[in-house]
């Protein structure tokens, strides 16, 4: 059953998979990121195995370098993009023009990218998925553009790749001598929690917390023809990172204007930006500079120490043509604060995570008040999709199963309305799963808006499975409308696909219950994990137990019932009551701690679904 349970698992996460879209290959242009990466998956930290090495390191016009991309260890890629960049750029505003022409001089199966307006400059990808370990190259370039380096990308499987990896310096000797010296690191003052509730509004997350131990924190204060904002959120301290506030009607995302905080760590500067969500989609879309420069008055930020701040001044009211910047006046918004990472001032999708959802405020606020907000929204209707998932898959499904497979034989001689007594707890425990499912089924549907899929795995997975799952919870009941009786030839093909349809739904279940203990929605801590994992195993272990106590006593009981049966032609007009099980005490009392224990688990995973 195990092994059937597995592959009944791959078999959906296949249906959800699509291996052309949600293959990780090479690159986005602007920041040499790979599409299609994973939710969950961020460039590696580790110094990269992989390296370019340059036949020398000057360049004059049409003079050739050889590339070599090479692998230091046993670690192979499948597929890169590399491209040359002028070290000068300075602009955050317009895209970087890749410079020169490359082409393989091995052979390797490559194709030609990221081509600029006027033609003189490319990028390189592989078009093939192969394992590679050393590829050789060639770049020429048809003028000079002050010094270069070559930045690449090596995609070694869809969870693993090293991102914008760069070359040594590339000289042109005719221009000024490179300048070594970093940058000391842009530092604001903190953002002062003190006057939160007194002297401006405050949204902390978590409640009460000091700005240097919050993971998010906004400020509003309003000076009459602009309003002072101030946000700023943990990070790792690592590369790039982003903040961001966002103005909405409603606690989700959509129709809302945001403010962005990002930091840039090729020109070491933080800024703020204006974006929207478009409205039904979970997209965000960065709006044009000039309206940014138009309705922002004054700003600052910093990224250090594991903090990322910004504190700037918006305008109340700005005429835009758009209509994505919104008067700061006379309405009232949920707070909404994310944060993520970031690549040249570019912001990467947040994952969907519990601790890396956005952070929404439980109710409206208007930005002329200043009151302290804590806690955040909550999501009820996913609440009570999990709550109720879980009450029909873990207590009732389970213990339905339990009774048929193994309880058949237990009280003969007892009829509950001229029925025996697992088919009466074993119907009526599923058709109150197959209510509680469609009741599920439906909340989820409304709190989506309709059908909606994560963009990666296992989160897409999840609703996928729910519908092979409700299908198979659907047409089970449908099929048990037309049971024939024990003595028919249809009687087999009836239990072999009421048995299928019921042991595929429930196999399937209990996976997809730990994918949705993931999603941030739900808001259910980490150690609750544990908690399902003890149940699963505990479950297990009674169902081999009492597997083995039915390959134990199986002889003992087909002798009894042979008995039975020999007494019964012997004695036709006499009424002979049917034989007890053997070992029927050891396995009622398996039942009793089943029951027992699935009562406790259920009541404290649907305490814990719905209070945190």
């Not at 007194?198 to 700005?211: D, N, S, V």
Request: charged letters at 20%; hydrophobic letters at 40%.
């Amino acid at each position: 059953m195990l092994r059937a349970a597995v592959l009944v698992a791959m078999c959906a996460m296949a249906l959800a998979y699509n291996p052309i879209l949600d293959t990780t290959t090479c690159c986005n242009c602007q920041t040499l990121l790979p599409n299609n990466v994973p939710d969950n998956v961020d460039p590696q930290r580790m110094p990269s195995p992989f390296k370019i090495i340059v036949s020398r390191t000057y360049y004059a016009p049409l003079e050739e370098i050889k590339v070599n991309l090479t692998s230091e260890g046993d670690t192979y890629f499948r597929s890169f993009m590399i491209v040359a960049w002028a070290t000068d750029y300075k602009s955050v505003n317009q895209p970087r023009k890749a410079v020169g022409k490359w082409a393989a001089v091995d052979g390797t199966s490559v194709g030609k990218d990221c081509l600029n307006n006027q033609d003189d400059g490319e990028a390189l990808r592989s078009t093939s998925l192969d394992a590679k370990r050393n590829v050789k190259l060639a770049w020429t370039s048809p003028d000079r553009y002050g010094h270069l380096e070559f930045r690449a990308t090596f995609v070694v499987d869809d969870d693993t790749y090293w991102a914008t990896e760069k070359s040594e310096m590339i000289v042109d000797p005719k221009a000024d001598p490179p300048t070594t010296k970093p940058p000391l690191p842009q530092i604001i003052d903190p953002i002062n929690s003190a006057h939160c509730g007194k002297q401006k509004g405050c949204y902390r997350y978590p409640h009460g917390c000091w700005e240097l131990y919050c993971e998010y924190i906004a400020t509003w204060e309003d000076h009459g023809t602009h309003i002072t904002f101030e946000i700023g959120a943990r990070t790792d301290g690592l590369d790039d990172r982003w903040v961001s506030l966002a103005l909405s009607n409603d606690t989700y995302m959509g129709d809302d204007m945001v403010m962005d905080c990002i930091h840039n760590s090729e020109t070491h500067q933080t800024k703020v930006s204006l974006s929207y969500n478009e409205p039904g989609k979970k997209q965000n879309r960065k709006l044009p500079q000039y309206l940014t420069d138009k309705a922002v008055v004054f700003q600052e930020g910093s990224h250090f120490n594991g903090r990322i701040r910004c504190r700037f001044q918006i305008k109340k009211y700005t005429k835009d043509s758009t209509r994505r910047i919104v008067a700061l006046t006379g309405n009232k918004w949920h707070i909404i604060l994310a944060k993520g990472n970031a690549v040249q001032g570019n912001k990467i999708r947040h994952g969907l995570l519990e601790h890396q959802l956005p952070v929404v405020s439980p109710y409206r606020v208007s930005l002329q008040t200043m009151p302290d907000v804590h806690d955040r929204a909550r999501y009820p209707l996913v609440k009570a999709h999990g709550c109720l998932m879980l009450f029909a898959f873990v207590f009732c499904s389970s213990i339905a199963l339990l009774m048929t497979k193994y309880y058949k034989p237990m009280w003969p001689n007892k009829r509950f309305f001229e029925q025996r007594y697992w088919f009466v707890v074993h119907f009526n425990l599923m058709a109150l799963a197959f209510l509680v499912v469609i009741i599920a089924i439906i909340l989820i549907f409304v709190e989506a808006g309709g059908w909606s899929l994560t963009p990666d795995l296992p989160q897409r997975a999840h609703p996928i499975l729910g519908i092979i799952i409700f299908i198979c919870i659907l047409i089970n009941p449908i099929i048990a409308l037309f049971r024939p009786s024990e003595d028919n030839s249809c009687r087999p093909v009836f239990n072999w696909f009421h048995w299928a349809f019921g042991t595929i739904a429930n196999i399937l279940a209990i996976p997809n219950i730990f994918i949705g203990m993931d999603f941030g929605k739900a808001m259910i801590p980490w150690w609750a994990t544990w908690i399902m994992v003890f149940w699963v195993i505990f479950h297990l272990i009674i169902e081999v137990t009492l597997e083995v106590h039915q390959c134990c006593t199986h002889k003992k009981n087909k002798e009894r019932r042979k008995k039975y049966e020999a007494m019964k032609r012997d004695n036709p007009k006499n009424y002979i009551q049917e034989p007890e099980p053997a070992g029927r005490r050891f396995k009622r009392s398996l039942l009793w701690l089943h029951l027992t224990v699935t009562s406790i688990i259920t009541i404290i995973m649907i305490i814990i679904i719905a209070v945190c």
